[in-house]
Structure formats: structure tokens, C-alpha cells
């Protein structure tokens, strides 16, 4: 795979194959804080709906996030992490730190980010 | 800024407003490696030029970048990391690390990451 990228062979490519659009990692941290089912991802990132569900079936494919069924009749199902999206979480560690101090210029901004 | 973005307020959504994007990152990793020419880093990304000449003016703008003059005649600069962009290295390095261990299926990758 590494070899069908374009540019730089390498793990950093790779990694925003699947994850370097905005929505797709603001749909992880959703999940993440607790937003499973498909319109409180939607609420929470804010994405243009058509745009998310694109990412969201990205995911699941990439095995990032996987589907699980709640609900018999309808049939309904909601997203939860797989363990490669768990691992997810330093980068979005890593981004949320980086944020903090030079992407945002309010100083509300820190409970935000707690689990709802 | 964060009450200007959709869906939840945070610094993650804040930072991705900036470098959300794969090539702004791919950009920024190439900087960091020692590509600094226009040129080089197109060579080091693969993006499409105009995308990429976008988002270099993007990120100058942002102040993740900062070009240097580094010719009089014809004048011509170079792009090189500011401190907020050397402060990105750990976003990248935690991109690396979860590339490496779920998106890349050749072990070869390890020393492609290495400055040139």
C-alpha cells in the first residue's frame, strides 16, 4: 500500500489515507466521548450530514470503527471504536494539545473536551 | 474562535481548522524533513500543485510556516517551520506510530522517515 501512495513512502501517508480529512477525526472523537449513534455524531462535528456518513462508511471500512446492532425492529445499529480507532486517541491527544495552544484564543475551551 | 465552528467547541476541531487537511500535514512533515524549496516539497508530498500551493499559503498564513528569503535575483523564498510548526512534530509522530502499526502493510517503511 505504501507503495501506491503519492510523494514520501511512508507510515504518516498511510495513516491520513485514512484518517486525513477533518470529519473523519472529528467523528472519531466523537465516538470516543460517548456520541454512538449516527445524529449525535452528526450534532457533535457539525459535518455537512452527506459528507459524515461518507466518512463514517470510510471508517468502518478502514476498521476503524464498526458497526454494532441495538435495536431489533427497525434494525438500528450504532458506532463504536474498534481497537486501531482506541489507538486513535494519542493522535487526537496530540492535536487537542496543539489546539489548545495556538488554534484557540479563548480560554473556555478546556471542558469541552470532557466525556459527556 | 471556537463559538464560530460547527458542532462542539474544542481545540481538536480548532487544530483541524488549520491542519485538517492531508496535505497541510504531509507539507509540514516535509518541512521538518528538510525539504524547504517549493519544489521539494511538492517532490515529498505528491499533492497536486495548486492544492498544495493552497495550503503552503495557508499555512504561512496560519503561522505554522514562515518563508525566508534565501535569493536577491530573481528574488525567491523558502518555507520553513515557525514555532507553532515545530510544535506539530508530536501530531506527526503520533500519525506515524498508529500508521505504522494499522495502516501500512510492508515492514520497509521504517527508514523512509528518517531526515534526508
Known amino acids: ?5 503519492p510523494g514520501r513512502p511512508c507510515p504518516i501517508a498511510a495513516a491520513l489515507e485514512v484518517v486525513g480529512d477533518r470529519w473523519a477525526l472529528l467523528a472519531v472523537r466523537e465516538v470516543h466521548l460517548g456520541a454512538h449513534r449516527f ?8 459535518a ?3 459528507r459524515l456518513a461518507a466518512r463514517l462508511k470510510d ?16 434494525p438500528r445499529s450504532d458506532y463504536h471504536l474498534t481497537e486501531a480507532g ?4 494519542p493522535v487526537l491527544g496530540a ?12 480560554p473556555a475551551a478546556e471542558e469541552e473536551l470532557s466525556p459527556r
Not at 500500500?1 to 501512495?5: A, D, K, R
Not at 445524529?39 to 457539525?46: E, R
Not at 471508517?59 to 425492529?73: C, I
Not at 492535536?95 to 479563548?106: M, Q, Y
Open 1 to 5: 500500500m505504501l507503495s501506491e501512495l
Open 39 to 46: 445524529s449525535d455524531v452528526l450534532a457533535g462535528t457539525g
Open 48 to 50: 455537512p450530514r452527506d
Open 59 to 74: 471508517l468502518v471500512a478502514a476498521g476503524v470503527l464498526e458497526r454494532r446492532p441495538y435495536q431489533d425492529s427497525p
Open 86 to 89: 482506541q489507538d486513535l486517541v
Open 95 to 106: 492535536l487537542k494539545a496543539w489546539g489548545r495552544r495556538w488554534a484557540v484564543d479563548e
